[in-house]
């Protein structure tokens, strides 16, 4: 039975999509809800998984098709179709009947993506073409504006084709590579010297060709370390930056290198998530009336507290306490008593929030992201710290989830653990305030007419004073103030 294979509805915003992976081939058999491609929108990449098991008959979209929702793209026979390998060598040599009757192309595709993310980035290539792989081994990281989503290999096999390289942007459920099941490397090392003998160009895939023309490169000039002699991007990036290949770089690249003479530079495009932060950033500057104020706070109370219960502490709860538990708690609190602080403008609206949710400003490889912790009003101490843990861990390992960046009231920043002193923290759009915590430094102090070294730390609070009145601000500043300086006071409720 011939069963078609359509493209997901669409969300609602999204107007059309692109056919980015195919991850199965005409002719290869596939296992129900298997990933047959990925269809990629400006917001999400969608998955369309095999609604049973069956042989691949049809690609009416190939990669790069611009597509509707609800529209047919590709045909597949349901059942058992064992005839299909055999209708497949018909068009091959006697040699490759034998591999592909061995082996099953398996796509390699974009995940879904976040509904409200329309286009991803290819970030990164665990594997070249020839690797041998694992099945659930890390091959490849897709990266977009908000979260960094990683794709694992399906079965054991070897890598085939890589469509799509390093930095090409793709869309969900879009084919980016071929994975050929069942292979192994002494295949791929008998398949060598057939490539060998038809044309040492085949040897590379057309993004690595494409790659070595962009160096100024043949075949010839690079060697490859690949199975069977096969060239990956590596293979080509190491050989265009010997000494002697520099002369064999385009004309216009002279000019430079004669300027910096032995020095080199290296040139990047930015990532998917810088540029995001730097266009948010820059929206927050000029669409906000952004205001900084600032105070100190003395932290030896908290400090001592902690010296005496954090043995007990953390034998009780399992965990640390640390000093983030305490801001989040005083934030909390202070919210509650302010609560055009913890509101938000749409157009000519305010937005009253009456929940507290609060986004963690949490530094990553690649990039500052700000991960909420829901409820923050109702999480204990130790609730507080294993939340924050949860989620600096899921953000150094690139595995923050889209519910995980989505909301949040208010936010919080600590660049003391960095050493910054001072700062003016910028606004968290659609957020209207942002907290700024610093290094905890000893500095002199006055206290009842004495000098004393205090361990200080500065408060910033940067707001949009749209919203938030310079009252306001203040008395929310100093009732943070205060109850760092006094956490008893957070037990009590006063």
Known sequence: MTTEIKVPVLPESVADAT?????????????????????????????????????????????????????????????????????????????????????????????????????????????????????DQHLVDIETDKVVLEVVAQDNGVIGKIIHAEGDTVLGAQKIGELNAGASAGSAATAAPIEDAVSSDELASPSVRRLMTEKGLTAADVTGTGKGGRISKEDVEAAANKPKAAPAAAPVAAPAAQELGERTQKRVPMTRLRKTIATRLLEAKNSTAMLTTFNEVNMKPIMDLRAQYKDLFEKTHDTRLGFMSFYVKAVTEALKRYPAVNASIDGDDIVYHNFFDISIAVSTPRGLVTPVLRDADQLSMAGVENGIRDLAIKGRDGKLSMADMTGGNFTITNGGVFGSLLSTPILNLPQAAILGMHKIQDRPMAVDGKVEILPMMYLALSYDHRLIDGKESVGFLVTIKELLEDPARLLLDI
Do not use: M, N, Y
Request: aromatic residues 4%; hydrophobic residues 45%; negative net charge.
């Open 19 to 135: 056919v980015a992976t195919w991850h199965v081939q005409v002719g290869e058999k596939f296992t129900r809800d298997q990933v047959l491609v990925d269809i990629e929108t400006d917001k999400v990449v969608l998955e369309v998984p095999a609604t049973s098991d069956g042989v691949l008959t049809d690609i009416s979209q190939a990669e790069g098709a611009t597509v509707l929702g609800d529209q047919v793209i590709g045909t597949f026979s349901a059942g058992d179709a064992a005839e299909a390998p055999a209708a497949s060598a018909e068009e091959k040599s006697a040699p490759a009947e034998k591999a592909s009757s061995a082996t099953a192309v398996i796509d390699i595709v974009v995940p879904v993506l976040p509904e409200s993310v329309a286009d991803a980035t290819v970030a990164t290539w665990h594997v070249a073409e020839g690797d041998t792989v694992s099945v």
